[in-house]
């Protein structure tokens, strides 16, 4: 007969660590929906000043982009790997500090320290490290089913794609040329149903394509999450979000759209990606198809 055999250091890890998260996550929200109150009763960060004096992109001048060269680490995540091309992280996308994350992703896109701060927790959780203590190279962001997921907008699935650095440009081209939506400027805008029902496509498709295709709750959530961004920190912009997703690289004079006094809040954001996910339908999608895989 086979015994469980653990440590009372390793038991006790392992019934404290959940705990823990619980707590510290519990923490975050409350906080969060502190800073979202503040946002609500100040003014907003004036159209220019964005960007904290003294950080890298303050008054739009972000430092020399420089593509990455042979053996720098790259992830799934554009904006991430646009930080690292710009010098903003390390420009080889390694050990990097966990506790440096949030407050250098909040000074470039104004995101508030609680929503970087739970997507760095959950990376740490995920990689098994210290916040505190450790470090990461930026694909090791892309463990599977960690935060990174399939029917990403911009990449294929790690089952087809194992390496979840290099861009997909047939899926980046299609999801540009999906947004509806116009300013008085003439700027191409993406609408929330653009998204959305681009979101549902990926998700069809993959699953039709990938036969191990998984997507449970809580990573429909972070995707939608991630599609959110473009909506918000781009303000839906397409010529701004083709040059993060494809050249991953910030453009000359650009600063986050979110000017909100304390940043981008996991409050702020919780109805408006419900919104996303509520017009994902991939059966309306599959039925509306049907007619035209049938008479080609």
């Known amino acids: 007969m086979y015994r469980l055999s653990l440590s009372n250091s390793s038991l006790t890890m392992f019934l404290i660590t959940p705990l823990m998260n619980l707590v510290q996550n519990l923490i975050i929200f409350i906080r969060d929906f502190g800073l979202s109150f503040v946002n609500l009763v100040t003014f907003k960060r004036r159209i220019g000043h964005v960007t904290p004096q003294g950080k890298p992109g303050a008054g739009g001048k972000w430092p020399e982009y420089v593509a990455p060269k042979e053996g720098d680490s790259r992830s799934a995540c554009p904006a991430l790997n646009a930080l690292a091309n710009h010098g903003i992280l390390p420009h080889d996308g390694k050990n990097i500090r966990f506790k440096d994350l949030p407050s250098t992703v909040d000074a470039a896109f104004n995101t508030a320290p609680t929503i970087s701060l739970f997507v760095t927790n959950l990376a740490v959780a995920m990689l098994k490290k210290s916040f505190k203590r450790d470090s990461f190279d930026l694909a090791d962001l892309d463990l599977h089913n960690g935060i990174e997921h399939d029917a990403s907008l911009t990449r294929e699935d790690s089952a087809l794609v194992p390496s979840q650095a290099k861009i997909h440009h047939p899926l980046v081209n299609d999801l540009l040329e999906s947004a509806s939506g116009a300013d008085r ?112």
């Open 185 to 296: 400027h003439g700027n191409v805008l993406f609408k929330s149903k653009d998204l959305s029902e681009y979101s549902t496509k990926r998700r069809v498709d993959s699953r039709a394509a990938n036969p191990n295709f998984s997507l449970d709750f809580f990573h429909k959530f972070i995707g939608s999450l991630n599609t959110l961004f473009f909506l918000t920190i781009f303000g839906g912009r397409v010529d701004d979000i083709r040059s993060i997703v494809i050249d991953e690289r910030i453009p000359d004079g650009w600063e986050s759209r979110v000017r909100s006094k304390k940043g981008l809040t996991l409050t702020s954001s919780i109805f408006k990606v419900l919104r996303i996910e509520r017009g994902i339908d991939e059966e309306k999608y599959k039925a509306k198809m049907a007619p035209a895989a049938a008479s080609a």
